[in-house]
């Protein structure tokens, strides 16, 4: 089982739409975990980080389910500008960050 | 100006020949890692280092060197190119809290590489 498992998608979905993102994790010892956002052919920048009682930022909202070790990204209401490659990202322990290949996303006018 | 840096940002060479990739940040973070990445397979580890003596391998090590000239200097060598070595470099950045976690990390723009 690989360590990060994602849907590669593509998630296709209109403006205005909700579209949520899942992620599995198979170190149950992973201490924080990350969602990234990727643009085509640039850097991933850090999203939000997800915490153990689910944390939401504007139209983003992020959850935790450590028994079951998936993690979850929910979009409201979206825009063309979402319209990216989103990474689910886990720190198993002391050791550096474990990327998911990557959900991509197109928000169509 | 950016906080971390790589050079060049796009780069053709031809098999065998030797290239270095550098990365520099102002960021004052200690940790900094060598990325690759390709269509489908994700970002894979290559190299990371959290202090200017340390220095580890990553999940795809092999045909691959780094240096840590400084904290602020990271530099990734191909001694011999090979094509399927062509791939989008990232270095990384990222700090320590003082426990030991690893937090966030700020990614360069990357560099294009191609290998003929």
């Known amino acids: 089982r690989k360590e990060v498992e994602q849907d590669p998608g593509p998630f296709n979905v209109p403006e205005g739409a909700t579209v949520a993102f899942n992620c599995t994790y198979s170190?149950?010892?992973?201490?924080?975990f990350f969602w990234y956002r990727q643009d085509c052919r640039k850097e991933p920048k850090l999203l939000m980080s997800v915490y153990s009682s689910g944390n939401e930022d504007g139209r983003f909202t992020a959850q935790l389910n450590r028994a079951s070790q998936y993690i979850s990204l929910l979009i409201r209401d979206s825009k063309l500008s979402d319209s990216a490659t989103y990474l689910c990202?886990?720190?198993?322990?002391?050791?550096?960050?474990?990327f998911g290949k990557g959900t991509r996303l197109s928000v169509i006018a | 100006d950016a906080d971390v840096t790589q050079t060049p940002r796009n780069r053709i060479t031809k098999t065998g020949k030797r290239i270095m990739l550098e990365c520099s940040q102002t960021k004052g973070h200690d940790r900094m890692y060598w990325y690759r990445q390709d269509p489908g397979l994700g970002l894979r580890l290559i190299y990371y280092s959290f202090d200017v003596k340390d220095i580890n391998k990553g999940e795809i090590s092999d045909g691959y060197s780094v240096s840590r000239q400084a904290q602020a200097k990271f530099s990734l060598s191909l001694e011999s190119a090979i094509p399927n070595q062509t791939a989008l470099y990232f270095c990384?950045?990222?700090?320590?809290?003082?426990?030991?976690?690893?937090?966030?990390?700020?990614f360069g723009p990357g560099t294009r590489l191609t290998v003929l």
């Open positions: 170190n149950s010892a992973s201490q924080s």
């Open positions: 990384a950045t990222s700090d320590s809290d003082g426990q030991g976690s690893t937090d966030t990390q700020y």
């Open positions: 990202v886990v720190m198993p322990g002391n050791t550096p960050l474990v």
